[in-house]
């Protein structure tokens, strides 16, 4: 299933117990192609979700979609499904209590120093230290690599903006009227970020 994320909140269950959740508006999704073994190479379903206005739609997709409106994301699941081209799926395909795993792209967080990005504790705060309390200190040389940084030496760099997944997550709630599932926990993502829910 595709969605985007909305915004956070708290359940209360039959037991009082408050879980933290996420509100995600998901579907319904539109079957655009099945792909085959034998005319593909391999067996898989191209989903299309959301619309977008036509002017910002390419050619290619407008031709592969024409019958099917103008559809904003395209995605692919491997597998075989009893689903023809034009079917749609709904978020009725989940019951509370299910256990999914979510993926969506991370918040963007820009250029960084180790002590954000990797959790470094940074320098001595005596002794004279003016300016270097928050740098990474050595980073080899002599002996080590050959007198080169070592491959994978954790540095400053740009952090966020990669394809995370957050796995064990219970739908607490579905909401088939307006299209909104209530999954329990934090998912990666701005406010409207499509995000993937696979059960």
């Not at 994320?5 to 269950?13: P, S, Y």
């Not at 977008?52 to 491997?78: C, P, S, W």
């Not at 792209?105 to 180790?114: H, M, P």
């Not at 320098?123 to 070592?150: L, T």
Request: charged share 25%.
């Amino acid at each position: 299933m595709l969605g985007t994320k909305g915004r956070m909140t708290q359940v209360f269950d039959e037991r009082g117990v408050v879980s933290a959740a996420t509100l995600i508006t998901a579907g319904p999704l539109t079957i655009t192609q099945v792909k085959s073994i034998e005319k593909d190479g391999y067996a898989a379903v191209q989903v299309g979700f959301g619309v977008r206005k036509e002017k910002n739609i390419n050619n290619a997709q407008k031709g592969h979609t024409k019958d099917l409106g103008n559809i904003r994301y395209m995605r692919e699941f491997v597998g075989s499904e009893e689903v023809k081209r034009g079917d749609t799926v709904d978020i009725s395909v989940f019951i509370p209590g299910d256990v999914v795993e979510v993926s969506a792209i991370s918040k963007g967080k820009g250029f960084q120093g180790v002590v954000k990005r990797h959790g470094f504790s940074g320098g001595p705060r005596s002794h004279g230290q003016k300016n270097k309390e928050r740098a990474p200190g050595s980073i080899g040389g002599g002996a080590r690599a050959g007198a080169h940084v070592a491959k994978g030496m954790r540095m400053g760099g740009r952090m966020g903006g990669d394809r995370v997944t957050v796995k064990n997550l219970r739908i607490l709630q579905v909401d088939a009227a307006s299209n909104t599932l209530v999954i329990s926990g934090a998912v990666p993502g701005r406010l409207g970020t499509l995000v993937e829910i696979r059960g």
